[in-house]
């Protein structure tokens, strides 16, 4: 069984590689269900163009379900918004 500060790590881990930063973020994992909330945004050296963004939100939401250990994810955003399973950043 993975444990829940092991899946925070996995969790974390992945968020660096598609360049975002951690720091404006809380991650929470409780009973295998991940939160992660905050202010999303990605790192200055990141190759995604402004229009891939929000297509690499639902990518990253989709791989952190398929973690091992992971039962659900709840990711609220102070700048990025769900509508109509698209994730679309706020002006």
Excluded at 23 to 31: E, L, V, W, Y
Excluded at 59 to 69: C, D, L, Q, S, V
């Amino acid at each position: 069984m993975i444990e829940d500060w092991e899946i925070n790590c996995m969790v974390r881990a992945h968020l660096v590689k598609w360049w975002i930063n951690i720091k404006k973020i809380d991650i929470r994992t409780i009973g295998g269900v991940v939160y992660v909330k905050g202010s999303l945004s990605f790192r200055s050296r990141v190759k995604l163009k402004e229009h891939e963004r929000p297509q690499a939100v639902s990518e990253i939401e989709k791989e952190i379900k398929r973690m091992p250990g992971v039962k659900g994810v709840q990711m609220r955003f102070i700048n990025w918004t769900k509508m109509n399973n698209e994730w679309k950043p706020l002006e």
